[in-house]
């Protein structure tokens, strides 16, 4: 299509979201710990990827405006506006009074550019059907209840009732800066889950999501984004293509086979599964939230950090259940996530080198040889960086002496 016919909001949505595509594959940027808060338990990055989301999902906004937006306080000042003056001249022979009038004036307003009201529409009458399925599939809602003691599990799948909560990770993250993040609100952990899907032996492309909203004494409900935000910005595109035939989905490239069983592409991924996404530049590979300078190095970690975990990718050969879902680790320290923060390396006294995190909520420090590994845990209350180093080596040399090394 010449870009002379494309809308300007198509035009507008289409630099938004490379522009978002820029800026997750440089998340890697933002999770290191220089952006760690140290005076009190908090990292930015954690609220990353309901920005992603969120940027996405204003999107939606601009693709279901029939017409270009205008404000309220715009809409009642202009000159030429017949709806507002037909209502105005109804004003003294329906004897309104001014509430009456105002309310009519902004239900008015509202028909034309209420923003819940045009992305239902757009939603529910210009998406094709698959695409608006794909997209309410992503959106998992389950209401739990206590009855008589037992723990009542229901699952909303009133593709209406979804809606609300679609709209709820756009309105109260603007609002009330609420987090639809990629881990559970309860759980001590803080960033992006070291876990990957395993969905009737492939490893699938969704990241669990869930948080928890609504809760009363005796209810609450657990909204999951599966896949997100992978897959809002796969409906984006979906659309755009089949109205425009503009073609902004996310390129795959095959990478590598392991053992015939898998491919794994490259992707835009999310958190540390087992698949690589590429840079825009393409310059840098990334799986999870490692960066790599070339298909080679990224093989190489991928063989030695995922070797075991690749051997599960047909669990129906282990005697695994067909059917079932597995969350699978990577063989670390279950509390290795954003918050470890890399702080050094050390020399141990039998001339091994060990690399050291620190996680400052759960106050512990972490050591291990190799990358991938089951990492050692010590805890701690110092802070400084460097006390940790030297109580890292002690811990160390006497782990050493112990093991006969």
């Not at 899907?197 to 999951?224: A, H, P």
């Not at 540390?272 to 393409?282: F, P």
Request: glycine share 4%; aromatic share 14%.
């Amino acid at each position: 299509m010449n870009k002379d016919n494309i809308p300007n909001n198509i035009q507008s949505v289409i630099h938004r979201i490379k522009f978002i595509d820029m800026l997750y594959s440089n998340r890697v940027n933002f999770q290191g710990p220089l952006n760690y808060n140290l005076e009190y338990d908090f990292h930015p990055f954690q609220h990353f990827y309901s920005t992603i989301n969120y940027l996405l999902l204003t999107c939606l906004d601009t693709l279901s405006e029939k017409e270009k937006f205008e404000d309220f306080d715009i809409w009642v000042k202009k000159e030429n506006n017949l709806e507002r003056d037909q209502i105005l001249e109804n004003f003294d022979s329906n004897k309104l009074n001014y509430k009456e009038l105002t309310q009519n004036l902004y239900s008015k307003y509202k028909e034309k550019h209420g923003i819940v009201k045009s992305i239902r529409n757009f939603v529910f009458n210009e998406l094709k059907t698959e695409t608006r399925v794909k997209l309410f599939n992503s959106i998992s809602v389950i209401k739990y209840s206590k009855i008589k003691g037992k723990e009542v599990k229901q699952e909303i799948i009133d593709d209406n009732k979804i809606f609300k909560y679609l709209l709820d990770v756009r309105n109260k993250f603007t609002h009330s800066a609420f987090i639809f993040a990629g881990w559970d609100d309860n759980s001590p952990m803080i960033g992006a889950p070291t876990n990957f899907m395993l969905w009737d032996g492939k490893i699938g492309n969704v990241s669990q999501n869930w948080t928890k909203v609504e809760q009363t004494k005796f209810t609450y409900k657990n909204v999951t984004l599966k896949g997100w935000p992978y897959i809002i910005r796969e409906v984006l595109a979906d659309y755009i293509y089949d109205k425009y035939k503009i073609d902004i989905s996310l390129k795959t490239i095959k990478l590598k086979e392991y053992r015939g069983e898998y491919n794994f592409d490259l992707l835009w991924s999310e958190y540390d599964k087992i698949l690589l996404a590429k840079r825009e530049d393409g310059k840098n590979i990334f799986v999870g939230g490692s960066a790599f300078k070339s298909a080679k190095e990224a093989i190489y970690f991928m063989d030695c950090k995922v070797g075991d975990a690749i051997k599960l990718d047909n669990p129906s050969k282990y005697g695994i259940k067909s059917g079932d879902v597995y969350l699978l680790e990577f063989s670390k320290y279950k509390y290795l996530n954003p918050v470890n923060d890399l702080i050094g390396t050390v020399i141990s006294e039998s001339g091994k080198k060990y690399f050291v995190r620190y996680n400052k909520p759960e106050r512990m420090f972490l050591f291990s040889q190799v990358f991938g590994s089951t990492w050692a845990c010590r805890e701690i209350e110092d802070t400084d960086y460097l006390t940790i180093l030297d109580r890292a080596l002690l811990a160390i040399n006497d782990n050493e002496k112990a093991e006969g090394n």
